[in-house]
């Protein structure tokens, strides 16, 4: 059975930091490219940032470019996203997801999700 588990969300004040973690099991965590959406309320889902499974390709949205890092760490099963520079739109449920498909930003690819963790940036 394959869970995702993220941990890490919280209350944070704009322009701080918080670093969310994803641990995974029951997949050969090595072989999937891992990604981080949000949701945030009255929105759709949006991608946030992904890594390939060798870590050799990553992608960012737009709006956490220069402000989120991705990283993953195979030997732990686990996918990190650090956010810095923190603001009030980042405020969302932060979901990590897994897929062997292909490397994209489309969530309709990603086979597995986790519960996601509340992230909420104030003023």
């Known amino acids: 059975q394959v869970q995702l588990v993220e941990s890490g969300g919280g209350l944070v004040q704009a322009g701080g930091s918080l670093r969310l973690s994803c641990a995974a099991s029951g997949l050969t965590f090595s072989s999937y490219t891992m990604g981080w959406f949000r949701q945030a309320p009255g929105k759709e889902r949006e991608f946030v940032a992904a890594k390939s499974w060798a870590g050799i390709s990553t992608n960012y949205a737009d709006s956490v470019k220069g402000r989120f890092t991705i990283s993953r760490d195979n030997a732990k099963n686990t996918v990190y996203l650090q956010m810095n520079s923190l603001k009030l739109e980042d405020t969302a449920v932060y979901y990590c997801?897994?897929?062997?498909?292909?490397?994209?930003?489309?969530?309709?690819?990603?086979?597995?999700w986790g519960q996601g963790t509340q992230v909420t940036v104030s003023s």
């Open positions: 997801a897994a897929t062997r498909k292909v490397f994209g930003i489309i969530s309709g690819i990603y086979e597995y």
